[in-house]
């Protein structure tokens, strides 16, 4: 094989993201064909590609070998379990799963049938993260210690109440980024899990906000703040921002902005994102710099047959960890990892 030919499963804004990837800046890819959701016509019209009815007629097409599941969060289990039982490779946009018993499945089933299964992390390619993950790597600020995440969006009564339930909660929904992030920074798994969740301007089962408070393995600690239903202006810098202390120095990483980092010298930036305008722009170079370094990585694993660097093994510890906050929210208690089966 020298080209993957991948079908993209969901129309909405995720899927136009990954569309516009594949078609203008992936290498030894091809986009075959999109199915899934009322705007599947369309956008495949737009890119000149078939659109199929349903998300599992395209899932069993025999010119697709990779598939892109950009769908609601309570449908990737589901889905890539049946494109999985169909050899198909996968990338799954994050959360993997809703559940841990779909994110069990389908790691079983790309591990029986030699498949690539990714999860979907553009933080992990975002630029302002790779230089401070760099940083890290080489010993810069020493042992990470402690890591304070931070992801919290105005709160907008036209759109917000809709998003929390196509995400099944915003922890779960976006805060999974500043889960896999933590883990990602601090290079160690996650003990013993605290929460406390709520909805405090959108009626919803499924929560706004959450505060979530993680001990590692190796004694390291982070606090993960996440909410969509905070009022106007919200806080600066953006809604992605994280606060690193490590042995001897620290860093401090804006994911759309600054990387500073502060030694016994002072601060300095080692990084800037050029600007770009997310509502106006939202295909912008500067946005999608990352989805297509992901993306890349997902063609190149399928090509060199090798895992990719976010498995589907991390996309399972992150749910899991959110899942464990809303257990420890529920119970009163702090929860031990890893969780039972079936929890």
Known sequence: MNQVRIGIVGSGFMGLTHTEVICRYLKNARLM????????PELAA????AAEANAEMLMQRDDIDAVIITT??????PQAIF?????????????LATILEDCDRMIELCRQNRRVLMTAQSQRF??????ARRLIGEGAIGQVEMVSERQVSAYNPEDTEGLIRETAGHLLGHGIHNIDRARWFMGDEVSLVGGVSASYNVPSPHPGSSMTLLRFREGGAATIWNS?????????????FVRVMGAEGLLEVDSYGLTRMGTAKGWEVVYEQPTFNYAQEPLSPVRLQSFTCQ??????AILEQRSPSVTGEDGRAAVEIALASFLSHRSGQMISLPLPRHA
């Not at 969509?228 to 992605?240: D, H, M, T």
């Not at 993306?295 to 190149?300: K, P, R, Y």
């Open 33 to 40: 064909a999109v199915g899934g959701g009322s705007r599947a």
């Open 46 to 49: 737009r890119y000149g590609v």
């Open 72 to 77: 609601p969060h309570a449908l990737h289990g």
């Open 83 to 95: 494109a999985a039982q169909h050899g198909k490779h996968l990338l799954v946009e994050k959360p």
């Open 126 to 131: 975002r630029q302002a993260n790779v230089v």
């Open 228 to 240: 969509s239903e905070c009022p106007l202006p919200s806080f600066p810098p953006s809604s992605f």
């Open 295 to 300: 993306d890349q990585e997902f063609v190149d």
